[in-house]
C-alpha cells in the first residue's frame, strides 16, 4: 500500500512539475509576444528576439543570424561574437530542425535552434553560457518556442519589407515612365505638304525606342526615330542621352545632311555605348516641302518601307551600321521623293519580330509590306494603328514582347 501511495505522489509530483514547465513556458511566451510586437525592421526585430531570450532562459549572451553564414549577425546587449565564430555555428543548424547543445572553445556552451522561415534566407538564434554550465530539457523546449514564435514574426517583417520594395520600385518605374512620355516630342500637325504621325509603345512599363521631331520652318522638317539595344530602365537611359545628342547636333545642321548629323551623334555615343556592349539604330530624315523629298540616313535601321504613290511598297535598306558599333562612322544621304500619296514607314523590329506563340512564327517583313500595301490610302494616324492592330491580332494580344514604335510620313496636297 505504502509502495503505491509513493508511486502515485511520484506521479503527481510529475505532473505537477510538467504544469509548472508549461505554465512557464506561456507566460515566457506571453512576454515574448509583448515584447517582440510593433517592429517592422528584420534587425530591429532579429535584436528584441535574442534579447528577450536572453533574459527567459538567463544566459550570459545571445546571438541570431539571417541569411545563412554569409548573412547578417545580431548580438544581444553587451555580448560580442567574432563573424568566423557565428559561421562556424550557423553551420552546426544546416538542414537541423531540433535544438542542437554544442560547445565552441572561442564562446562556451551553446544552444541552437534554427528560426524556421519559408521560402526565404534560414535564420538562426543561438543562447550562450560559460562552457561548464550546461541546458536543460524545459530550457531547450523554451528555445524550440521561442525560435518558432520569432520565425512567425519574422516572416511578417520581411513579408512588410518585400511588400514596400515591390511598391517603391513600382513607383520609380511609373514615375520613368511617365518622365519618358513627357519627353516624347508631340507630333507635328498641319505641317506643309506632309502627313505626319508618330507612336510608341513600350513591351515594359519603359523602352528603348524613340521618335523626335525638330520643326526648321514650313519648308523643312526633321524627323528620327531610333531602337537602342535592350528593354527596360538601361535602355530607357540610353534612349534619354542618344536622343538628346542627335537633337544637339541637328541644331547645327546645314541645310538637309542627316548624314553628318549621325556621324557627329556617333563620335560622342562611341565610347559609352562600347563601355556598355550597346547599339542603337537610328533613321533621321529632313522633309523639304519645296522639293516634296526626304533627304535621309540610316544607322543601320529596319525595316524602313517606301511605297511611291505609282508603285509597289519595298524595303529602304540602311545606309550605314549601327551608332556605337564603329568609332569612324560615315555615310550618304539618300533621296526620297514625297510627292502627294507617297508613302514612307519608319518602324522599329517589334513588328517584324511579333510572334504566334500558337506557331513561334514571326509576323516578318513580308506581312508588313502586304499590310502596307492595304493600307497605304489612308491616313498616316490610320496607317499606324492598322499596323499596331495587325501585330497585336498576329501575336494574341497587345502584350508584346519587344518595343514597337513607328513613324509615318504620307505626301498630301498643301
Not at 509530483?13 to 509548472?20: G, R
Not at 525606342?209 to 539595344?229: K, N
Request: hydrophobic share 45%; with cysteine; glycine share 8%.
Amino acid at each position: 500500500m505504502t509502495d503505491a501511495l509513493d508511486e502515485l505522489e511520484r506521479d503527481l509530483q510529475a505532473v505537477t512539475a510538467e504544469l509548472v514547465d508549461v505554465q512557464d513556458q506561456l507566460l515566457a511566451m506571453y512576454n515574448l509576444a509583448g515584447a517582440l510586437r510593433g517592429y517592422l525592421e528584420p534587425d530591429a526585430l532579429l535584436g528584441a528576439l535574442v534579447n528577450e531570450a536572453v533574459r527567459l532562459v538567463g544566459t550570459s549572451g545571445g546571438f541570431t543570424t539571417l541569411g545563412g553564414d554569409q548573412g547578417r549577425l545580431v548580438t544581444s546587449a553587451g555580448f560580442r561574437l567574432e563573424p568566423a565564430d557565428a559561421r562556424q555555428l550557423v553551420r552546426l543548424c544546416s538542414g537541423a530542425t531540433n535544438v542542437i547543445v554544442t560547445t565552441a572553445p572561442s564562446v562556451g556552451r551553446v544552444m541552437l535552434a534554427s528560426i524556421p522561415l519559408h521560402d526565404r534566407p534560414s535564420a538562426v538564434i543561438g543562447l550562450v553560457r560559460d562552457a561548464g554550465a550546461s541546458f536543460t530539457a524545459p530550457e531547450q523546449k523554451l528555445m524550440a518556442a521561442i525560435a518558432a514564435y520569432g520565425g512567425a514574426q519574422l516572416e511578417g517583417v520581411l513579408l512588410h519589407q518585400e511588400t514596400l520594395r515591390r511598391a517603391r520600385v513600382e513607383l520609380e518605374f511609373e514615375l520613368a515612365r511617365s518622365i519618358q512620355a513627357d519627353l516624347s516630342a508631340a507630333v507635328p500637325a498641319g505641317h506643309p505638304g506632309v502627313d505626319v504621325y508618330a507612336e510608341s509603345r513600350a513591351a515594359h512599363v519603359v523602352g528603348g525606342d524613340f521618335f523626335d521631331f525638330a520643326p526648321r520652318s514650313e519648308e523643312r522638317l526633321v524627323c528620327l526615330l531610333g531602337d537602342v539595344a535592350g528593354k527596360g530602365i538601361p535602355a530607357a537611359l540610353l534612349v534619354a542621352m542618344t536622343r538628346s545628342i542627335i537633337r544637339t547636333a541637328s541644331r547645327k545642321m546645314e541645310g538637309s545632311a542627316p548624314g553628318l548629323v549621325l556621324g557627329q551623334a556617333n563620335a560622342d555615343l562611341y565610347q559609352d555605348f562600347s563601355k556598355l556592349s550597346r547599339f542603337a539604330t537610328v533613321f533621321l530624315a529632313c522633309f523639304e516641302y519645296p522639293a516634296r523629298r526626304v533627304v535621309m540616313a540610316s544607322a543601320g535601321h529596319s525595316p524602313v518601307i517606301y511605297r511611291p504613290a505609282d508603285g509597289r511598297a519595298e524595303l529602304v535598306y540602311p545606309t550605314a551600321v549601327p551608332i556605337g558599333v564603329l568609332p569612324h562612322w560615315q555615310a550618304a544621304d539618300a533621296d526620297l521623293r514625297l510627292a502627294p500619296g507617297d508613302l514612307l514607314v519608319v518602324a522599329t523590329d517589334g513588328f517584324t519580330e511579333a510572334e504566334d506563340p500558337r506557331t513561334g512564327q514571326l509576323f516578318g517583313y513580308d506581312r508588313l509590306i502586304e499590310l502596307i500595301e492595304e493600307v497605304a490610302t489612308r491616313n498616316a494616324a490610320d496607317i499606324a494603328a492598322a499596323l499596331f492592330w495587325a501585330t497585336d491580332a498576329f501575336s494574341s494580344g497587345p502584350e508584346a514582347d519587344d518595343d514597337r514604335t513607328v513613324l509615318i510620313l504620307r505626301g498630301v496636297e498643301s
